[in-house]
């Protein structure tokens, strides 16, 4: 770790701290996950799911990983943009600007661009039978450039035929998760990811997040919000956005 300078904290979750670090050598920027706690399953699947997948294109790389402070911590490259802080601030999307169009917070064509790269990364990972879990606009970071690198792979494992029910964010969790009195199922495949994905296209399309507690509402099972969002009246995507006028 003498190696590194850690410059500023960029994230904290469930499972650890992210740090931005630099290389005292080289100058270069990493990002430096430290766990909370030892090693854990969460620890180890999500380092073996991204020495699986490295060299991928839209999956963030893992250069190193060694104790920090007694923890263990994982050397990733620094990705600088989270898909919800471009959907919900615009930030980075400069140069996806499109003139003439209708203004809207989110040009359809990085909305088509976000969601191929991360489809890419989701095949490849199902082609390993690698089942992502805690798939949100969070966890799809985007470098300067705006090139995916799907992150958070602290979830993931091997598809089997049970597998825990408690995964994936609320907002984001595919309906076969639970059932109609919101309990959880134990059987699910590699399309709950898809179902993810598919909820983040909403979201970028909508500007805001589609399924979640209402202030009007009383609480409501996640069931029972998606149920009824998507039997509306109000079209969830307006199909003339997508094809113009
Ligand atoms: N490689 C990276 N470069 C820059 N920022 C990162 C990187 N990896 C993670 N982050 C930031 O840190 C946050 C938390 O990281 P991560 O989701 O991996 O932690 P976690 O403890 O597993 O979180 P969760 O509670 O979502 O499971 C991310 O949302 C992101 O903002």
Redesign the pocket.
């Known amino acids: 770790m003498e190696k590194y300078l850690k410059v500023s904290v960029?994230?904290?979750?469930?499972?650890?701290i992210?740090y931005k670090v630099k290389c005292r050598s080289t100058g270069k920027e990493f990002?430096l996950?430290r766990y909370n706690y030892g090693v854990e399953d969460s620890t180890v699947r999500e380092l073996s799911c991204l020495a699986a997948l490295k060299g991928h294109p839209y999956v963030?790389s893992v250069h190193d990983c060694f104790f920090d402070e007694g923890k263990v911590a994982m050397l990733?490259?620094?990705?600088?943009y989270?898909l919800s802080g471009i959907i919900h601030k615009g930030h980075g999307l400069k140069s996806y600007h499109e003139p003439g169009r209708v203004e809207r917070s989110i040009p359809l064509s990085f909305v088509a661009h976000f969601s191929r790269q991360v489809a890419h990364a989701l095949s490849c990972m199902h082609e390993m039978n690698i089942v992502h879990r805690?798939l949100t606009p969070?966890?799809v970071?985007l470098t300067e450039d705006l090139t995916v690198k799907v992150?958070?792979m602290?979830l993931s494992r091997q598809c089997s035929k049970w597998m825990s029910p408690t995964v994936v964010t609320e907002a984001y969790r595919a309906p076969e998760l639970f059932d109609e009195c919101g309990k959880y199922r134990l059987e699910y495949t590699c399309a709950i990811d898809m179902w993810s994905l598919g909820v983040m296209i909403a979201e970028a399309m909508e500007g805001e997040v589609i399924f979640r507690q209402r202030l009007d509402h009383r609480e409501k099972s996640m069931y029972r919000i998606i149920a009824e969002t998507l039997g509306s009246q109000r079209p969830l995507l307006r199909i003339d956005c997508i094809l113009g006028p």
């Open positions: 960029v994230g904290q979750g469930t499972y650890g992210v990002a996950k963030v990733l490259s620094y990705v600088p989270t805690d969070f966890n970071l992150a958070d602290g």
